[in-house]
């Protein structure tokens, strides 16, 4: 269970870092690809896709982060599973930009999120 909160690094960042591995496609998780939902759109997707109490994304935990609006005028952002393999949720909090993103990666993208690129690799969004 990944739920991380951006404040004095921007989110793009730490999104770039996690799409080391991956093809240089449209980063994972930007806010710029995801889509404005209802709290109640997101908590389905949350319940639907998250894996319950396995995962630790379970009632517990959405009470305690999302049922009582800490924050008001918080934004919802979805993106979908992009591949039957993007079974990782996961869910950025930006206090800067008042939004919760939800999105999803794949089970090898989610173990290199931390690693940092090859200092040998010439992709420019690598360094």
């Known amino acids: 269970m ?22 240089p496609t449209p980063l994972r998780g930007d806010a710029y690809d995801m889509k404005e939902v209802t709290k109640e759109q997101f908590k389905e997707i949350y319940f639907k896709l998250g894996g319950g109490a ?14 009582d609006e800490k924050i008001p005028g918080m934004k919802y952002l979805l993106e979908e599973p992009e591949t039957p393999k993007h079974t990782r949720m996961m869910i950025v909090t930006d206090y800067d930009t008042n ?8 089970e090898e993208s989610e173990e290199s999120l931390f690693d940092f690129p090859d200092e040998s690799c010439d992709r420019p969004d690598h360094r």
Do not use: C, Q
């Not at 989110?11 to 799409?19: P, Q, V």
């Open 99 to 106: 939004e919760y993103r939800l999105f999803f990666l794949t």
């Open 54 to 67: 396995a995962t630790g994304w379970d009632l517990g935990y959405w009470n305690e982060f999302f049922e």
């Open 2 to 23: 990944r739920h991380y909160f951006v404040s004095a690094v921007p989110s793009f960042y730490i999104l770039k870092r996690m799409r080391a591995t991956e093809s």
